[in-house]
């Protein structure tokens, strides 16, 4: 700390005092404390705080003293919550001043202020590292590193955080639909024929392949999912966290295939069996198909559903349990009905439970293929509950559902306004 003497200093926040070593101020997590340690001069100090004591080496803020406790709980147990009987506003407003943003909350709370911050229609623009104009020109040693790999990681993964970003996301979304198209036209009759050949012919397409048109694609495409993939790694906070991320496993089980697949057809060669069957090539190469699913980083309707599938997994785990016993029971009595007993007329259709099971599924979903039904009285009595008892048992959980998809949805849309507006702000510089 190069202004005010001794070996350590006091914040004062609404009447609360702390006391630190100069050494601490220097990697404090709070932004605003950590400045403290590069102020020149009393000018400095104030441009920072509210006041400044020069004998008893004292810094007051005249901010919520309970409030900047819960700050203090989270710089040392890593845990920041609200503080109780508080607004979440306030809360937050406490939390953009000392240099915390709302991603530092524990998950719950983000929930809440997410919630609170979409009925309100409230923006808290974050501060600069700088604390505006004023400090502009003086920022802690490692400030600029740091703030441009957050600004590469909100380029990669914020779609609406920036013009750069907003490029970045048509560009993977257009290779996306390429890719899409590829595969799909790979399907067609015309492109399957060389599957015919012989094994010399298929060996001398399949090493050919890569140089055609379709090949040439293929191999851009995935060049980019890659390049995009490895830099999103590079540039993340927690590597472990970016591993475990379902959207990341997706990506990568997009990719391997590709390079599985080239490794394959470097390695077998002319490999008689393998290029006769192919099977294992062809199921690698439709694991493409997950391509699909990246769009889900750029648009807010295929991430409120995974979100809602997440936060709903126990009434989905419901769902499926109303399903099962609805099958075990009514694929019983079927079976037995229609083919169980001996009235003279037997439904091979329902032979077994397990191919009953088939018409009880397709009977409480309404959807009716009509390949197998009851023939009997008893049996379509029995069809007609079965039917009923589907739409009922089907139409519990969808309110829990639908409300859970209805918050998503806003959390997420408000999310993206947040972004939006920030990206506003950097088309009128």
Known sequence: MNFGRGPSVVLNVGGTRYSFSREVLKDFPLRRVSRLHGCLSEQDVLEVCDD?????NEYFFDRHSEAFGFIMLYVRHGHLRFVPHMCELSFYNEMIYWGLEGSH????????LDDRMSETCTYYPAEEPNGGPEGKGRRPPGTEGRKWLERMRRTFEEPTSSVAAQVLATVSILFVIVSMVVLCASTLPEWRAPENRSVEEQSRYTAESVREPSGIIEAICIGWFTAECIVRFIVSKNKCEFVRRPLNIIDLLAITPYYISVLMTVFTGENSQLQRAGVTLRVLRMMRIFWVIKLARHFIG??????????????????LVFICVAMAIFSALSQLLENGLDLGTKNKDYASIPAACWWVIISMTTVGYGDMCPITVPGRILGGICVVSGIVLL????????????QCYHELKFRSARYSRSLSAEFLN
Request: one cysteine or more; proline letters at 2%; aromatic letters at 14%.
């Open 52 to 56: 400044y004591d020069r004998e008893r």
């Open 105 to 112: 909350l524990d998950y719950c709370c983000q929930r809440r």
């Open 302 to 319: 295929l991430q409120t559903l995974g979100l809602t599938l997440k936060r709903c997994y126990r009434e989905m785990v419901m769902l």
């Open 395 to 406: 139409a519990l959980p969808i309110t829990f559902i639908y409300h859970s998809f209805v």
